[in-house]
């Protein structure tokens, strides 16, 4: 069946995450995503692979960037010069999306400003992706992906118990607002579909991570009071923690959303008289008696590998699940079963595994029709196909700079 | 203008966190969404922080905060008379949301098939820790143990205390928006097709793949570095504690100059051990020294406005009195007051994205079982005895 972004042609100006991997999910569920790249400021993920720089044509080699910008086209061209603007713009009178995440001022200054735009193209979409958001005291604030959580609010109560805050172990921000770009560009689409209109959208990192925090938020405005971090436990729900497992730091979680299922754990580990001790025996004791219990608990999880005590324990009804690390989650069973990791063929890169469309949609599933664009690779599709330019045009392009099939790699090494 | 999800209908029968957060972002950016919850209410109704600190059905923030907007129907699906009721609203619906168990959907008699039957043109969107099918598909989960699936507990907290889950319920906030994602999806391909599908999300299908480079480096180039590095990816990325909280420092090779200015610490910039990332890398912990003695008698506030205005990447760790009291999010509109007949005033984030003044909206949350009657009769055509049979709950 035709994927639901099927005829959706995108200019994608984004660098780095967040924008690239949203736009790579627009590729993946059927739009024609378009990468700008200048031959002179690739994205820089190019030249985050840990590829030796004397491998030919090594920044078309990240594993980094060949993940998240599969399903696109590569179209090198300076948006620093005049006449690369104009032919963005050109481009942008062809296309429904245009999406940038440049920092907040970066599009005015060049004269590619939503205004601008809309002034070739009524029906654009157009999408900023900025930390702070075009507007307010703190628009043009640097934000790279560390800070996004911080200033979100979710480092503050994320942390050991006890303890100060805690940082996620990853830039959580940027792969959140890459997911909001989608929803946020097929509402746009219906918006158009309905109206024959176009969109401003911005999706402000910092407040779409806010939004996971919101009862936090709630809570203080009522309350007036601030709450620490917890660690792995919960309010009022125990257990609920990180057991250690047999095995160099392997760990199981164990939580127990209620007394059957606790009754169910006690019977796994051999303690099923526990159920009934009133240390234990309902869900405020568990909960007043948790450093006691979880101590019981670790004697048994201690013992076993954190994969077979997640199977013992789930067949008998306690949610539990292994801590997976990054080799364990490539071979699980499930995702395996789910074909979240596919391989893929890269004409420069060879052969590998990457993961699939996260998303099963039944009737217009998601597809990796295309690899990674090497830099400027569909300059040709881009200029002839798309722009429909002429020869004479092209060549004075390439013979200005303004587009070019091989980066200026001298800026990168 | 009206609002980008105008004229949908979408029924929720999700429990929690994951399912409810999609819903309310369809009913933020303008569908009309029912909530169905089981005879009591939502579960997360009896979880805190309650305003006040008591228990009350109607105060606990976490209800408060997900169900922004929505129409309530306490419905008890497990009985025929809720399960056809239900069924008739099947009927006049776009969308409907589900986190239950595989396994628990099925008892239901819920299924898609069961859904496609009366109403070809619905999307069913299924949001599950492990997904439809699968080993684990049936197995129980919830947000510590599919953060801890997903591997983001691995590489989250110090090689010494152990993989640590962050605050709140990230990885059901992680369902949720991946499920409203799919399920925009779903709506543009039905509303051309004029039918309907299945959108099965796997909450740790979602959440594996973005470990930063984790899995390409480790699927291309067999590398893999073990552990975890809490607060610190280097000396130059990371979170210090500062006089009054915490500041939060993400320094690219770019921005060592306006960072070493906005500190008034020229000798760093000078110092020839600091003078490139790759120098800054090979003197981490001395520049970690550096930034720990620096950092300790910072304000917060007076150092993220200087910094910020010289373009040096130093932020610092909202807490939600910060967030409250945000100039930034202040200016913007993004903080919203929301009356409720019980909890009375709160203060709420706004739209997740922007899309137009009018984009977004926000009603409050709903009394338990408030729209019953209301959406029993006008929506699913039940008469008024047939609604007292149903509405209510077991007799």
Same mark, same amino acid.
């Given at each position: ?20 991997? !949203? ?50 086209? !590569? ?86 118990? !006890? ?186 890169? !060879? ?63 | ?395």
């Amino acid at each position: 069946m035709t994927a639901p972004l099927h005829g959706l042609r995108v200019v994608d100006l984004t660098m780095v995450w967040a924008g690239p991997f !949203g736009t790579r999910m627009l590729g993946d569920y059927g739009a024609e995503v378009i990468k700008v790249e200048s031959p002179r400021q690739w994205d820089l993920l190019r030249g985050l692979g840990l590829i030796p720089r004397d491998v030919p044509r090594w920044y078309n080699r990240s594993g980094y960037f060949n993940h998240n910008n599969r399903d696109k086209y !590569g179209f090198a061209l300076d948006l620093s010069n005049e006449t690369g603007r104009e032919v963005l713009l050109k481009l942008c009178e062809v296309s429904d999306v245009i999406v940038e995440n440049y920092r907040a001022d970066v599009m005015d200054k060049l004269g590619l400003d939503y205004d601008t735009v809309r002034g070739r193209n009524p029906n654009i979409i157009y999408v900023s992706m900025p930390g702070h958001g075009k507007t307010g005291p703190e628009k043009d604030f640097v934000a790279y992906g560390t800070n996004v959580e911080q200033l979100a609010g979710l480092v503050s109560i994320s942390g050991y118990e !006890g303890e100060g805050p805690m940082k996620t172990g990853f830039s959580y921000g940027d792969p959140m607002a890459g997911t909001a770009l989608v929803a946020a560009v097929a509402m746009a689409v219906r918006k158009r579909n309905r109206t024959g209109e176009g969109s401003y959208v911005e999706v402000a990192q910092r407040e779409n991570l806010t939004a996971f925090v919101g009862e936090y938020l709630v809570d203080y405005s009522m309350n007036r009071e601030l709450r620490a971090p917890a660690g792995n436990r919960h309010p009022h729900i125990a257990p609920h923690n990180c057991y250690r497992s047999a095995g160099d730091d392997a760990w199981l979680t164990i939580a127990c959303e209620d007394d059957d299922q606790f009754r169910a754990l006690c019977t796994v580990i051999g303690r099923p008289e526990l159920a009934d001790d009133e240390r234990f025996s309902t869900g405020a004791a568990r909960k007043a008696n948790e450093a006691e219990l979880d101590a019981i608990i670790e004697a048994w999880t201690a013992e076993r590998g954190h994969y077979e005590a997640m199977h013992i324990l789930q067949r008998a009804g306690v949610p539990a699940g292994a801590v997976l690390t990054i080799p364990e989650l490539m071979s699980d069973p499930q995702l395996r079963s789910r074909e979240a990791w596919v391989a893929q063929t890269h004409p420069d890169a !060879g052969t590998w595994e990457m993961e699939s469309p996260p998303w099963l949609l039944s009737r217009t599933p998601g597809h990796i029709r295309l690899p990674a664009p090497g830099f400027g690779e569909h300059n040709s599709y881009v200029l002839r196909e798309v722009l429909h330019f002429d020869e004479q045009t092209i060549a004075r392009l390439y013979a200005e700079g303004v587009t070019a099939d091989d980066p200026d790699e001298g800026l990168h090494r | 203008m009206p609002q980008p999800l105008e004229g949908l209908r979408v029924l929720e029968i999700g429990n929690f966190v994951s399912a409810p957060y999609c819903g309310k972002l369809f009913s933020g950016y303008g569908a009309d969404v029912i909530k169905i919850e089981p005879p009591g209410g939502d579960v997360s109704r009896t979880h805190g922080p309650f305003k006040d600190g008591v228990p009350n059905p109607e105060t606990s923030a976490l209800f408060l905060y997900l169900n922004t907007g929505k129409r309530s129907v306490e419905l008890p699906l497990d009985e025929p008379a809720g399960r056809d009721a239900f069924l008739r609203l099947v009927e006049t619906a776009d969308v409907v949301i589900e986190n239950f168990r595989p396994a628990d959907l099925r008892a239901l008699g819920l299924t898609y098939d069961d859904l496609s039957a009366v109403n070809p043109r619905v999307t069913l969107v299924s949001i599950t820790p492990f997904g439809q099918q699968g080993p684990y598909a049936d197995y129980r989960g919830n947000n510590l143990t599919t953060f801890a699936m997903a591997g983001q507990m691995y590489i989250t907290g110090t090689d010494d205390g152990g993989p640590l889950k962050n605050g709140g319920y990230q990885a059901d906030y992680q369902g949720g928006l991946n499920g409203f994602s799919a399920a925009m999806l779903g709506v543009l391909a039905a509303e051309r097709d004029a039918t309907g599908q299945h959108i099965d999300v796997s909450v740790q299908h979602c959440m594996a793949p973005i470990l930063e480079a984790g899995i390409p480096y480790y699927s291309y180039l067999g590398r893999w570095n073990r552990g975890r590095r809490g607060n610190h990816m280097a000396s130059f990325i990371g979170i210090y504690p500062c006089a009054d909280g915490h500041l939060g420092i993400h320094i690219m090779p770019r921005n060592w100059k306006p960072f070493t200015d906005a500190i008034d610490r020229p000798d760093l910039f000078e110092d020839p051990r600091f003078v490139t990332q790759a120098d800054r890398t090979v003197h981490n912990d001395e520049l970690m020294a550096e930034f720990y003695a620096w950092a300790a008698t910072e304000n917060k506030h007076e150092l993220y406005e200087r910094a910020g205005k010289m373009r040096a990447p130093i932020a610092f760790v909202h807490t939600m009195q910060d967030l409250l009291e945000s100039p930034q999010l202040n200016a913007r509109g993004f903080l919203t007051t929301i009356a409720h007949p019980v909890a009375g005033e709160a203060t709420y984030p706004g739209p997740p994205w922007w899309i137009g003044p009018d984009g977004w909206s926000a009603g409050r949350a709903p009394l338990l079982g408030e729209h019953t009657e209301q959406v029993l009769r006008d929506v699913a055509g039940l008469s008024s005895a047939a609604t007292e049979g149903v509405a209510g709950g077991r007799p």
